[in-house]
């Protein structure tokens, strides 16, 4: 059963607190104070290994964690689990001590056991980890919410770094080393207290009763899966042992302190915390598996410097370098582990969430243990046959750059999951719009004032991105007219429309008349959508002008041309100025010339209004495809209706010149056909037609005209509107046949000759 939105808040919000006493816990007990504890005690490289595989020993507890949850509550188990890891700390507490007694050996066997005891431990209690979190993460922010713990877990990582680096400094006091772990054994015992307190995940989450063989054999059967693991287990390796080794890298090839170290880990916590807000950011929207493939790119270009950087480096050069390898390595390969948890969640049925999280941590485990062991040996070999450290390095880093290459060859077999092409992922990241339409996505879900969230749907308006989809696809559906209008706005403005979008909006047009549905109508027709045409036919008899008019354009968009005849009687039947307005524009973007007839009719009606005019001489001017140079004409002849003589005779002086320039030879020869004639006649049929009325001459002009130039149903109209004494008087009209005409003999010239 899922929480309600304020437990759900609530269990968050102590969820959160959680994270942060055992992100505390965690690196003054186990991150890299253990490694440089360890390191001062002089430990070889495979002791180093065998400690950073410990870590990964967890993973193998897990089974164990799944028998208990037959007897008892996940969530009694993982805090249980969390307050028992710290305490089996306590044998490194005593370490410093054995050492000013001379007893390094035992305190060396101390570390060992310390860490092994909690880790142990932790393998038990992990097996609430996948069930608690995805339970908490449930909900449309889904991804988000799970970053938002890695940015917890990094944010208190980077400032526990930062507070052992000072502590620490150059050279400092064993006996430090004790107080900074004991300060983790009573945070980690106060964060097993809080998760007594997180509500207790469904129990169908458990899988109670399957054997581990089945749930290896119900992964395996599975291609996505298979694939997930393979590439799981070759970055989980390449990610731990990167990370574990930096360190030692850190200290045996550049001679670090201990201080040193630890400042450099506040980078490498810095990095982590930036790739979390990253993928906080763009997880929702864009998917897991284009930025696991990015994060493991970064990874791997973070670990090219260390094969071709020199090792005799001045003054700061060192620190500068160690600090962006840290910095770079924990950027890449931390956001890939966190990453492919999410997708993992995303893969996974939830009621094999329990089984499927054992196998994905045993992956982890063997990877991270028998990396981490295997590459502590590989450099004590390598330096015992006499190659000097750095290149012992070289070496190490080469290996693991070719893993990650193999992983990234791997990655783009992966299941999308719903996530955007890599391509688009990227599109995504490195474009201003969609990340502003992601950030103003972000500041929408979040606001709860009304005028705010009109404001915001305007910006996206302004900032179309198809990222923004969703969103304004649930916010269309807002109880509140001005929020809807701006919802459907904004989706007006985006290039493309995928099918949930189509739906709405023809559902939109079909529900609410006289309010939002003229918008998804005319959205309909915009963006093409052919499924939309029976649709759009009925709503073009609505009642709703403003929805019917909109369906009557988008119709004409569609070229319905079967439906054509029916918007012709439309128009002439409706007394609607603002509907017969828009079944002209319509008739115009048909482009029909058997709609001329009826345009013309409106004309012939009793004292059309003028903006009707203008609206049946732009359509058309549509027809005869010559809006866009006559438009400009008009405007011209509406500012000073007295010019109409002088603007038509421009017009046809003009043409006739053309046409003299463009074949000059051949007009003094005068050869039958060839033009000249048409073009000597021309200014003086325009002439006799806009001074005395008289279009006789104009009409043989046009008619005249070749077959292949002007459609022959649009020569015998204009050719029968020259002799009709009613329509001849519109001088738009006038300007536009003289306009055409004269458009024509320009075509005439650069065509027959």
Excluded at 110 to 121: Q, S
Excluded at 159 to 172: E, Q, S
Excluded at 688 to 699: E, M, P, T
């Amino acid at each position: 059963m899922s929480l309600s939105p304020y437990r759900l808040g609530k269990a968050r919000t102590l969820y959160n607190l959680f994270n942060i006493f055992n992100a505390l816990s965690w690196s003054f007990l186990a991150g890299n104070i253990v490694t440089l504890l360890a390191m001062r005690l002089h430990a070889t490289s495979t002791y180093i290994g065998v400690i950073s595989a410990l870590l990964y020993v967890s993973f193998f507890f897990l089974p164990l964690g799944k028998l208990l949850t037959r007897r008892f509550s996940i969530t009694r188990i993982f805090s249980a689990a969390w307050m028992g890891r710290a305490l089996g700390m306590t044998p490194l507490l005593f370490a410093p001590y054995l050492v000013s007694l001379g007893r390094t050996d035992a305190a060396m066997s101390l570390i060992i056991l310390g860490v092994g005891v909690f880790h142990i431990i932790r393998g038990i209690g992990m097996i609430g980890n996948n069930p608690v979190l995805s339970y908490l993460a449930s909900g449309p922010d889904r991804g988000s919410y799970m970053t938002q713990i890695q940015i917890i877990n990094s944010a208190v990582g980077m400032f526990c770094g930062f507070f052992i680096a000072l502590v620490l400094g150059r050279d400092p006091p064993l006996f430090l080393y004790t107080i900074i772990m004991a300060i983790g054994v009573v945070c980690g015992v106060f964060s097993g207290l809080l998760m007594r307190k997180i509500p207790e995940p469904p129990t169908d989450e458990r899988g109670k009763g399957t054997s581990f063989l089945n749930v290896l054999r119900e992964a395996f059967s599975k291609d996505s899966v298979r694939q997930f693991i393979v590439i799981l287990f070759i970055v989980a390796l390449a990610s731990g042992v990167s990370r574990a080794f930096i360190i030692v890298y850190s200290r045996e090839v550049f001679l670090q302190s201990d201080g040193m170290v630890s400042l450099y880990s506040v980078f490498g916590g810095l990095g982590v915390l930036l790739i979390g807000l990253l993928i906080k950011f763009l997880v929702d929207r864009i998917g897991a598996k284009p930025i696991f493939i990015v994060c493991v790119f970064i990874g791997l270009i973070g670990m090219i410097p260390i094969i071709f950087i020199p090792t005799d480096l001045r003054e700061n050069a060192p620190i500068l370098f160690l600090s962006g390898l840290f910095f770079i390595l924990n950027f890449g390969f931390l956001g890939s582990e966190g990453i492919a948890q999410t997708y993992f969640l995303a893969l996974v049925p939830m009621e094999l969430m329990l089984d499927m999280g054992i196998l994905y941590f045993l992956v982890f485990g063997v990877a991270g243990s028998a990396g981490s062991f295997l590459a502590g040996l590989l450099l004590d070999i390598l330096t015992g046959l006499g190659m000097p450290m750095a290149a012992a390095f070289k070496v190490l880093y080469g290996l693991l750059i070719g893993m990650s290459i193999g992983a990234l060859y791997l990655q783009k077999n992966l299941t999308p999951l719903g996530a955007l092409p890599f391509r688009g992922a990227l599109e995504v990241i490195f474009s201003f719009r969609d990340l502003r339409a992601i950030a103003l996505l972000d500041r929408l879900n979040k606001t709860k004032d009304s005028e705010e969230e009109e404001a915001l749907l305007e910006a996206l308006h302004d900032t179309p991105s198809k990222l923004a989809l969703n969103g304004l696809l649930v916010r269309a559906k807002s109880p509140r007219l001005s929020i809807r209008t701006e919802a459907l706005r904004a989706m007006e403005a985006l290039e493309s429309l995928d099918e949930n979008a189509k739906n709405a909006l023809m559902e939109d047009a079909a529900v609410h008349h006289f309010t939002t549905a003229y918008i998804s109508a005319r959205i309909l027709g915009n963006h093409r959508v052919y499924g939309a045409i029976p649709v759009l036919r009925e709503l073009a008899s609505s009642k709703d002008y403003m929805l019917a008019g909109e369906a009557i354009i988008a119709l004409a968009k569609l070229k319905d041309e079967a439906f054509r005849p029916q918007i012709e009687r439309i128009v002439t039947l409706t007394d609607n100025p603002r509907l017969k307005i828009m079944g002209v524009e319509a008739f115009g973007i048909y482009g029909s010339p058997y709609s001329l007839s009826v345009l013309l009719d409106l004309l012939r009606a009793a004292n059309p209004p003028h903006y009707l005019r203008d609206e049946v001489v732009l359509a058309m001017a549509g027809i005869l495809d010559v809006q866009n140079e006559f438009y400009p004409l008009l405007i011209r002849f509406l500012e000073d209706e007295s010019l109409i003589a002088t603007l038509a005779m421009d017009e046809a002086e003009s043409a006739a010149e053309f046409y003299r320039t463009a074949h000059a030879g051949w007009f003094h020869r005068k050869k039958p056909g060839n033009g000249a004639d048409q073009a000597e006649v021309f200014p003086q049929a325009v002439g006799a037609f806009i001074q005395d009325f008289r279009g006789a001459n104009l009409s043989r002009w046009i008619l005249n005209l070749p077959d292949d130039l002007a459609h022959p149903i649009s020569r015998s109209v204009l050719a029968e509107i020259l002799l009709d004494d009613e329509l001849i008087s519109h001088n738009r009209l006038r300007l536009l046949i003289v306009h055409w005409a004269a458009h024509e003999l320009r075509l005439f010239s650069k065509t027959f000759f």
